[in-house]
């Protein structure tokens, strides 16, 4: 695959409470329109569409779409757990780099339930493996909801290997709601302090409620061309997608003993490993990331995980500032998934949005000043992970 893929168009909507938001169709049909009339383009010029949702019903992707037309191209449902979107660009992306197609849409959306993260109330095997592997290590309580198992014993892990205090993960909470200060499609964007984060109800071993993402409903979109079809629809302004890296499990995700493992370091890191070597970086030139924060535990795990910092220095990083704005890479500049929320479908695609606006010099208030180099970082139980390496 020689043929690069560049991003064209961006698009979403913004996330919003269970019960609040329109239907998945409507969230998803809209967020396609965004992110076509971004690229200045119309539907009937793509040739195929990926669409990744987790729960919903037979062939959601073409409900979603058929308001848009009925081009009669190729719609493929895509289902790879929290990293659903993500894994339709890396589709559309392969499409395009193939020469298969020169235009491509990705869109990712989600019509999520209340609770923490507890919507997933039928265990499969896969899930039985999981579950077994975290009681092997930690202990399982029937009682809990698994994911909150996972994330706060990973965490739990995190603070004993390395000898560090919880404050860490309150830290990295407040960081994300200052981000989502300046961000207007931040769900919460009020400020929170250290205080208020250890304060909040405790909900798991480590994790306090202020420590877990909300579940949320929306969509996002991307729309991804050939060079070829870009130079002659004079398209401008795009971002190449330099590399991206889907990894799945390893042994190491159930027999390790690692906590942190089975909730997917080790796929983060052969992802990122992929990604980088495709896109021919080094870990010091990345200006931005838009990472995994589903529970403030997995955001400390995946810096180490994706070289952003050595193993341990997770506490470092965060104190010295180097997470934040005027430090060594900005991290989560959206607010992330505490601030926004997570649909499950719709996250990997809106965290490719916010780094393309800011490659762009787009992201108004909360612009990474000179960004030419973003990550985006998704990870879903069971397993996959997709790093993805942005280029201005």
Not at 62 to 71: H, I, K, P, V
Not at 186 to 198: H, K, R
Not at 210 to 235: D, N, W
Request: glycine content about 12%; hydrophobic content about 40%.
């Amino acid at each position: 695959m020689s043929n690069k893929a560049l991003i064209a168009g961006v698009g979403m909507v913004k996330f919003t409470k269970p019960g609040k938001n329109e239907q998945y169709d409507v969230m998803a049909a809209q967020a396609a329109r965004n992110a076509l009339n971004d690229a200045g383009l119309s539907y009937d010029q793509v040739q195929q569409a990926y669409a990744g949702y987790v729960y919903g019903n037979t062939c959601s992707g073409q409900t979603a779409l058929y308001s848009l037309g009925l081009t009669q191209i190729p719609i493929i449902n895509v289902n790879n757990a929290c990293s659903t979107g993500s894994t339709a660009l890396y589709l559309a992306r392969q499409a395009v780099m193939s020469g298969v197609v020169d235009a491509a849409l990705a869109v990712g959306f989600e019509q999520m339930g209340s609770g923490a993260l507890t919507v997933d109330t039928t265990r499969t095997p896969i899930t039985w493996r999981i579950d077994e592997a975290t009681r092997n290590i930690r202990g399982f309580d029937d009682e809990v909801p698994p994911g909150l198992q996972y994330f706060g014993g990973a965490g739990a892990e995190y603070l004993e290997k390395y000898n560090v205090g919880v404050e860490l993960f309150g830290h990295i909470s407040v960081k994300a709601r200052s981000h989502a200060l300046r961000n207007p499609y931040a769900l919460f964007s009020e400020p929170l302090t250290l205080e208020e984060v250890m304060a909040s109800p405790h909900i798991f071993g480590p994790l306090t409620k202020l420590m877990c993402c909300p579940p949320t409903c929306g969509a996002a979109a991307v729309v991804v061309v050939s060079e070829k079809f870009a130079r002659e629809h004079g398209l401008g302004n795009t971002v190449e997608i330099a590399g991206m890296g889907l990894s799945t499990d390893s042994p190491a995700s159930f027999a390790s003993g690692s906590m942190m493992n089975v909730v997917g370091a080790g796929m983060t890191r052969k992802a990122s490993t992929d990604a980088y070597t495709q896109a021919g970086i080094d870990v010091g030139d990345i200006d931005l990331v838009e990472l995994h924060d589903c529970f403030a535990p997995n955001e400390a795990i995946s810096y180490e995980a994706l070289g952003l910092c050595p193993e341990g220095g997770a506490e470092k990083f965060v104190m010295d500032g180097d997470n934040t704005y005027g430090g060594r890479v900005v991290t989560n500049p959206s607010g992330g998934l505490l601030s926004k929320g997570h649909p499950l479908g719709a996250t990997g695609l809106a965290q490719i949005t916010e780094i393309t606006w800011h490659l762009r010099g787009q992201a108004g208030d909360r612009q990474v000043k000179d960004a030419r180099l973003g990550v985006q970082h998704n990870v879903g139980l069971g397993g996959a992970c997709v790093v993805t390496v942005l280029k201005r």
